[in-house]
Every structure is written in C-alpha cells, then in structure tokens.
C-alpha cells in the first residue's frame, strides 16, 4: 500500500491513517483546526504553526496534499466573510 492510499480528504476532515487526522471548524473569528497524533491531540487558530507542529515534509504526497487541504479550508473561510 502506497502512501498515496491511506491519505483522505473529506470536506473539513483530513486524514492519514494511522498517523494523522486533523479537523476545520470554521467560525466567526476564523479557522480553527483540531490535530491528532498517536498519543497527543493539539488546537490551531494558524495553519502555518499546524504545518510546524505537524513536520510533514513538502513535496511528499501526503505533505503536498495537507498543504492543498489546508489553503482550500483559509480560502473558504475567506470566501465566506
């Protein structure tokens, strides 16, 4: 099984099983972002401090996808005000 196959995108959930899910909830005052790891759980109001916590490297397939994942659920948001 390649990477590629366990990576999951669902509107505002965003998964790659085992090792990593991550939630948006959009509110009024903005994007807010619920990760869980094996073992730790962490809330984000900042993508940029989600993609440092996290460590997934760019240019890997799940890395480029969270990226993407990421930009779709700020530009929503923005689209929303």
């Known amino acids: 099984m ?3 196959d366990t990576i999951r995108r669902r509107g505002p959930s965003f998964f790659n099983n085992p090792a ?3 939630e948006a909830r959009h509110k009024e005052t903005g994007v807010e972002f ?3 790891r094996p073992h730790v759980s962490m809330w984000f109001g900042d993508a ?5 916590w996290v460590k997934w490297p760019a240019k890997t397939p799940t890395g480029d996808a969270l990226r993407a994942w990421l930009q ?4 929503e948001k923005e689209v929303a005000q």
Not at 48 to 52: C, G, I, S, Y
Not at 72 to 75: A, I, K, L, R
């Open 2 to 4: 390649s990477e590629t």
């Open 20 to 22: 990593l899910r991550i």
């Open 34 to 36: 619920y990760v869980w």
């Open 48 to 52: 940029q401090a989600l993609l440092r």
């Open 72 to 75: 779709e659920q700020v530009h």
